[in-house]
């Protein structure tokens, strides 16, 4: 990976991924976070699993990030980026909402 597309995975995750660590540390925390996602080998789902690499990856000053960080990094953004077309009528309490969040985006956040 090429320091091209670094910048560009860094940049639109920065933007997609827009609730800070303590937003998502404190939504990670909540039933309603656990309780959507495809569920692999274990009780946490995917999504809730995401949640947590990325508030590993925010708690990194940039240079430190690896080159699986920003694989995940891009993997948040493809699936922030695809799930966001799927925008139901009602956002507020739904799984979509609630998934996304799970992957570090607020769909309400301006």
């Known amino acids: ?19 800070s660590v303590s937003e998502l540390e404190k ?3 909540t039933d309603e976070s656990k309780s ?12 809730h699993k995401s949640g947590e690499r990325i508030v590993e990856i925010k708690g990194k000053k940039k240079g430190d990030l690896t080159d699986d960080d920003y694989k995940h ?11 966001s077309a799927q925008r139901p009528k009602e ?3 739904s799984d979509w ?3 996304l969040k799970n992957w570090g985006n607020d769909p309400e956040k301006k």
């Open 1 to 19: 990976m090429d320091n091209d597309e670094k910048k560009d995975i860094y940049d639109a995750f920065s933007d997609l991924a827009n609730m």
């Open 36 to 47: 959507v996602g495809q569920k692999k080998d274990s009780d946490e789902s995917v999504g």
């Open 97 to 99: 909402e609630y998934s």
């Open 27 to 29: 939504w990670l925390d």
């Open 73 to 83: 990094m891009q993997k948040v953004v493809s699936y922030i980026k695809r799930h």
């Open 91 to 93: 956002v507020k309490g």
